[in-house]
């Protein structure tokens, strides 16, 4: 299995993803209507969305702060 298949099965079996088994199918339903893919084309993540979730699962190059008061100063 590759890391698109292993991201996508553990979306799909994570009730806190926000991604389940049934809510995939609506999701695939609702999209194959609405947009231009073409039959057979793969809806998986692209290298950019792979990049992006491995990155906040290892939280690498990622700003954090230890309250609001930091987050606030930061942006102003």
Do not use: F, W
């Not at 991604?19 to 893919?37: W, Y």
């Not at 998986?44 to 290892?58: D, F, K, Y």
């Amino acid at each position: 299995m590759d890391e698109k298949e292993e991201i996508m099965d553990k979306a799909k079996s994570n009730p806190n993803s926000g991604l389940h088994a049934q809510g995939h199918q609506g999701v695939t339903d609702v999209s194959e209507t609405s947009t231009s893919k073409q039959a057979g084309e793969s809806r998986v993540p692209n290298a950019e969305s792979l990049a992006a979730i491995r990155q906040a699962r290892t939280k690498k190059g990622l700003l954090s702060y230890n309250s609001v008061d930091g987050l606030m100063a930061d942006l102003s």
